[in-house]
């Protein structure tokens, strides 16, 4: 199975503030990695997919990036509605695996 | 717009099967791939697997003995069913298309006697 180390785990911002969060997989996964919005209670929404494509609704203050093992996802000018956890998931060998989380904060 | 709604059990005993139903609207499960995940009480993802728009499955090795993954495509439903269940299969259960485009709200499963 392809492990994705996820970091960090936990992350505290200020509104208006630019977050990075970083996925490392055990190897190359060709861009096929996408990253999950979820609250508490709801059901995981998909923001990101191939890497960089925004989800039809994903607002344009979220990015993602990278290549090979490693990819990294951003959000520009946190608002309080961005208040959730994130995670990633690579989609390029069964079976699909998933990051550990990184749980966003406000300061 | 494409809607997933699970249904099953929230509590079964330890050494049963654990049965949910995923019911599909907006989108035939004819096409695209149809997965269940789920998420440990510390907040673990798992993919469990998938069935495709054509009825074939694959399934996480680390639950392969274990699981079986079905449809009815009349109904447009598929199913998870996982046996000899223990306390940690204990999680919250998703129905999702493909890698997680749509997902179902997720139904908590305990596994307690």
């Known amino acids: 199975d392809i492990q994705m180390t996820q970091s960090p785990p936990s992350l505290s911002a200020s509104l208006g503030d630019k977050v990075t969060i970083t996925c490392q997989a055990s190897q190359n996964i060709n861009k096929y990695i996408a990253w999950y919005q979820q609250k508490p209670g709801k059901a995981p929404r998909q923001l990101i997919r191939?890497?960089?494509t925004l989800v039809s609704g994903t607002p344009s203050r979220f990015s993602g990036s990278g290549s090979g093992r490693d990819y990294s996802f951003s959000i520009s000018n946190v608002e309080s509605e961005d208040i959730a956890s994130y995670y990633c998931l690579q989609y390029d060998n069964l079976p699909y695996t998933f990051g550990a989380g990184t749980k966003l904060e406000l300061k | 717009e494409v809607q997933l709604q699970e249904s099953g059990p929230g509590l079964v005993k330890p050494s049963q099967s654990l049965s949910l139903t995923c019911s599909v609207t907006?989108?035939?499960?004819?096409?695209?791939?149809w997965g269940w995940i789920r998420k440990f009480p510390g907040n673990k993802m798992e993919w469990i697997g998938h069935?495709?728009?054509?009825?074939?499955?694959s399934y996480n090795p680390s639950l392969k003995s274990r699981i079986s993954i079905t449809r009815d495509t009349s109904k447009n439903q598929f199913f998870l069913q996982l046996n000899s269940v223990t306390t940690e299969d204990t999680a919250t259960y998703y129905c999702a298309r493909s890698e997680g485009l749509d997902w179902g709200q997720g139904v908590m499963v305990t596994v307690s006697s």
């Open positions: 907006g989108y035939s499960i004819t096409s695209n791939y």
């Open positions: 069935i495709s728009y054509s009825g074939s499955t």
């Open positions: 191939y890497t960089s």
